[in-house]
Structures are given as C-alpha cells and as structure tokens.
C-alpha cells in the first residue's frame, strides 16, 4: 500500500501559476535540504507555508 501524502500547497500564499511552464508550483526559492525535506515530510512541514485567505485581502480594498 502506498502512503499519500498530505498537502496544503493549494491554500499556501506561494502557490502560483507559472504562465511560461503551463503549471501551479510554489515561489520559494528552497535550497536542495529544504527542497529534500520538503519533499519527504507534509506541507505542514513546510517552513514557508502561509495559508492564503482571498477573502481576507478583498475586505482590505474595501
């Protein structure tokens, strides 16, 4: 059985769409351990994780 791992980058503030590459990935520029322990753990491990509220910054416009 293979293990899935969980992952928030959808709701994270550094998870953008690449116009050039035609895909979503995060903006943060990790060095290879950070990148390594990325990719072995959960986003909630991730040290740059923001959760990213589209509500919140429209009630600032306001």
């Not at 909630?44 to 306001?62: A, L, M």
């Amino acid at each position: 059985m293979k293990k899935t791992k969980e992952t928030a980058c959808e709701t994270c503030v550094y998870y953008d769409y690449n116009d050039e590459d035609d895909i979503y990935e995060c903006r943060m520029d990790l060095d290879e351990d950070e990148f390594l322990r990325f990719m072995q753990s959960s986003t909630r491990g991730c040290p740059y994780y923001k959760f990213y509220d589209e509500y919140k910054s429209v009630q600032k416009q306001n």
